[in-house]
């Protein structure tokens, strides 16, 4: 069965430096997603980044990236710039590639930007 | 954008009551799945529904039951609530795209608390 983890239950950076949060995950297939995703407090859980693990090339949107050691099976999430926005629970997550199942979440990891 | 709507954002039940949980999605989603939320477990999946009609049990179903009648509801049914299912409990739905499921889309979520 595949597992999630997520070492880091809390974390902070100052506002304009970059984090770094840690995921690590199990699995035997070859084909299958990543997400890393966002929940604000008290509000909605959304998407921020997807990357396919057939894809060396690191995911990026905008300010968020990841750094993908497939070998490793290690995911990390990399914030730049760090905005008071960016408060929030991140959750990371694995999907195989096929239809018909489950995404796994991990613990998640509690993040607070300070002024 | 996708829109996924629960039914309540607070919620206060007794035990032993049948409580029900709505969930609705605008965007003819294929998937649709129940979680609850709890604090250092991340989401576990309750149910999901890969189409009308169908369900399949997630990794924590005991005490739950969900039902799917049409393509864009998807209802989870606590049978005679009891105060270990006092949690966040969130709702999300997910397109099909060949043999691959898409990201998930989450709903505001439900904060049910069984007194």
């Known amino acids: 069965a595949q597992t999630v983890t997520q070492s880091q239950p809390e974390m902070s950076v100052q506002e304009a430096e970059t984090v770094t949060l840690s995921c690590t995950y199990d699995t035997s297939e070859s084909n299958y997603y990543l997400f890393w995703y966002k929940q604000p407090p008290s509000r909605q859980m959304i998407l921020v980044i997807r990357q396919e693990a057939y894809k060396q090339q690191n995911a990026t949107e905008n300010r968020f990236s990841v750094n993908f050691q497939k070998a490793a099976k290690s995911f990390s999430l990399k914030i730049s710039d760090s905005q008071l926005g960016d408060t929030a629970m991140y959750f990371c997550a694995f999907m195989k590639q096929t239809s018909y199942d489950k995404v796994i979440f991990g613990p998640g990891t509690s993040l607070s930007v300070i002024p | 954008d996708v829109k996924v709507t629960q039914s309540s954002r607070y919620l206060v039940k007794r035990t032993g009551e049948k409580v029900f949980l709505e969930c609705v999605q605008d965007m003819d989603h294929e998937n649709m799945f129940w979680y609850r939320q709890d604090p250092g477990l991340g989401l576990r999946l309750i149910y999901f529904?890969?189409?009308?009609?169908?369900?399949e049990k997630g990794d924590i179903p005991e005490g739950y039951s969900v039902s799917r009648e049409k393509k864009e509801r998807f209802s989870l049914i606590l049978e005679s609530a009891s105060t270990n299912q006092t949690s966040m409990y969130l709702c999300a739905s997910s397109s099909r795209q060949g043999y691959s499921n898409q990201p998930q889309h989450f709903g505001d979520g439900t904060r049910l608390s069984i007194l």
């Open positions: 529904s890969y189409d009308v009609k169908m369900k």
